[in-house]
């Protein structure tokens, strides 16, 4: 295995540690979950976040809780891991990988009815352990096939985190920008500040410095300017939820991004790995957007910026149509158009 990043999540003895990403850049501390319920609060806080990472998370959280079931009837075991699974999907709506993760730790269950309850909390552990590794490897191979769209001397821009810390390791969108960089140290990068979060800000700026890789903080509203004067050559964003014909949700403002980058001809590329696509979803408009809190609109580090009563809207991520992604950059490797054929061939492989 190659060398760690920047990993925000791992087994610390019996433990689960994450990086509080809620305080980041300024502290690096890490919470230490030993219940699912302490991790279900981190994702729910958003101390930890980013699809990928809140997938890893939710299968470490089935971890802990399976281990901590005590109960010697294999039917009470069931129920108890059931109803843990329930609360862990139910964390966050919008990304794919955490439903997927959950629903590949239950069927271990389902599709096991004979096995004793010793063995199913092995199984649901050694599990939870493959999901966080096949996520770093994936990123890899993200990174691999992402750095061949990726002109010399790029300018990249990338919008709200998809890096390491919004993984196990490595990055989606990062991941390119990683391996693009290994082969051009010559790119660099314009990083959006995502308002209202400020994933961009606080997080992807923070990364990309750590790892030497040049990167400009720009605002939300400078990228149609920028654009236009000829100063970004590709887009690359993570994603959420890719339903099955390619539209794809992400931190709200990409659709902007994307139509802006359709007017001025420059190339839009999804990165994500497949646990991220529904493919029971037939287009965008089913995938479910996360509402919340008006707070984060109306104050600004906790103080007060809009005035008293004014109402506000804070959905946190929006749905870019497939028309406008040039390509979806996945482990298996680079998805064209139609997505909905190249979609279906990637999940059969
Ligand atoms: O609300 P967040 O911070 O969880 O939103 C994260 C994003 O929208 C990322 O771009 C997306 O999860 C891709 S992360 C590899």
């Not at 760690?4 to 990086?19: E, H, N, S």
């Not at 990472?53 to 299968?59: F, L, M």
């Not at 950059?329 to 190249?342: I, Q």
Request: positive net charge; aromatic residues 6%; glycine residues 8%.
């Amino acid at each position: 295995m190659s060398q760690r990043c920047f990993p925000p999540i791992y087994w610390d003895g019996d433990a689960v540690a994450i990086l509080d990403q809620r305080i980041l850049p300024h502290q690096e501390k890490f919470l230490h979950c030993t219940t699912p319920e302490q991790v279900i609060g981190a994702i729910k806080t958003m101390a930890i976040r980013g699809a990928p990472a809140v997938g890893v998370a939710g299968a470490l959280a089935l971890a802990l809780g399976a281990r901590s079931i005590q109960t010697d009837d294999p039917k009470e075991f069931r129920r108890k891991f059931s109803r843990i699974c329930l609360k862990v999907k139910d964390a966050r709506p919008t990304g794919a990988n955490l439903g997927w993760a959950v629903e590949r730790l239950y069927s271990i269950v389902v599709e096991n009815p004979k096995l004793g309850i010793v063995e199913l909390k092995e199984l649901i552990v050694a599990d939870a352990n493959a999901i966080l590794n096949e996520d770093i490897a994936s990123n890899r191979q993200i990174g691999k096939w992402g750095r061949e769209v990726i002109p010399m001397g790029a300018k990249i821009l990338t919008y709200c985190n998809a890096g390491a810390l919004a993984t196990a390791d490595y990055g989606t969108a990062v991941g390119v920008i990683r391996a693009a960089f290994e082969a051009d140290p010559t790119i660099s990068v314009f990083s959006c500040e995502t308002r209202p979060f400020l994933q961009g800000a606080r997080l992807t700026v923070f990364e990309l410095m750590r790892a030497g890789i040049p990167v400009t903080l720009i605002t939300d509203n400078a990228v149609g300017s920028l654009m236009s004067q000829g100063r970004i050559d590709v887009v690359v964003v993570g994603a959420d939820r890719i339903a099955a014909n390619g539209d794809t949700a992400n931190k709200i403002g990409t659709y902007m991004v994307a139509v802006l980058a359709r007017t001025h001809d420059i190339p839009f590329y999804v990165a994500a790995p497949r646990s991220t696509i529904d493919p029971g979803l037939t287009d965008g408009n089913g995938i479910p957007i996360e509402q919340r809190d008006p707070k984060e609109v109306t104050h600004f580090c906790g103080k007060q910026i809009a005035p008293d009563g004014i109402n506000a809207l804070n959905p946190a991520f929006d749905v870019t149509p497939n028309k406008y992604i040039s390509g979806i950059v996945t482990e298996v490797g680079m998805l064209r158009k139609p997505f909905s054929k190249s979609i279906r061939k990637a999940l059969q492989v």
